[in-house]
């Protein structure tokens, strides 16, 4: 089963608002990381966040980890249609990935 | 230049052929990886290496057979190719495994799209 569990599967919003997405794993970390894939290309690494961190940002990205509930939310804010891609995260347990949230930003 | 590359970009194949995919990394790192990403876009690990030696190998058909020559290539060859088999192959690689104190930040190829018919 995969470790990585992302959710919600698709995401809809405006040019402007904010994206929230999950992950959910099952087992001890050292570290979980989110990636960005667009349609048809390979994926690329966004953030790292180390399993003694609590919340980390890359400029208009925002990764919190709770490892007591063994999750993780990735937030966007004010986001861009160049934003709209399908969004990853895994564990460096196992770098298992899940089916994705697929973000859609309508201009 | 491309840090992780992979070929062919394409292939198109007809059933019971067998196919390579190529991939090689430029970064120095130590593990390589295949997924497999279905047509529902989930992404699948199949192999991983570390220093050419097999650390993961997931319940995949035995008809898919990874090959690390040296640590900078992981090939896939597919033996018997069936209709089930058409998915988009990605080949990544990190400077360090699963389960070790280093970095998995994992770095893709572009895939390879095999369509068999």
């Known amino acids: 089963s995969q470790q990585g569990e992302e959710d919600p599967q698709a995401l809809s919003i405006q040019e402007g608002e904010n994206a929230t997405m999950n992950c959910s794993y099952k087992t001890s970390i050292n570290n979980l990381q989110w990636y960005r894939q667009n349609s048809g290309r390979g994926l690329v690494h966004l953030i790292l966040?180390?399993?003694?961190?609590r919340e980390k940002h890359s400029g208009r990205l925002r990764v919190t980890l709770d490892t007591s509930k063994k999750s993780s939310s990735l937030l966007i804010t004010a986001s861009r249609a160049a934003d709209t891609a399908s969004y990853f995260c895994?564990?460096?347990?196992?770098?298992?990935f899940g089916a994705g949230t697929r973000l859609t930003v309508k201009p | 230049d491309t840090a992780v590359s992979q070929t062919p970009k394409y292939l198109v194949t007809q059933m019971g052929n067998d196919k390579s995919i190529k991939c090689e990394q430029n970064?120095?790192?130590?593990?390589m990886y295949w997924y497999k990403q279905d047509s529902k876009k989930f992404l699948k690990i199949m192999f991983s290496y570390n220093n050419k030696e097999l650390i993961i190998n997931e319940t995949v058909p035995n008809r898919f057979s990874p090959k690390s020559p040296d640590k900078a290539h992981l090939n896939l060859h597919i033996n018997s190719l069936e209709l089930g088999d058409s998915a988009v192959y990605f080949c990544?690689?990190?400077?360090?495994?699963?389960?070790?104190?280093?970095?998995?930040?994992?770095?893709f190829g572009q895939g390879t799209r095999l369509t068999v018919v």
């Open positions: 990544a690689s990190s400077p360090g495994f699963v389960g070790s104190v280093l970095n998995t930040e994992a770095f």
């Open positions: 970064l120095g790192h130590d593990t």
């Open positions: 895994a564990t460096d347990h196992d770098m298992r």
């Open positions: 966040i180390r399993s003694n961190e």
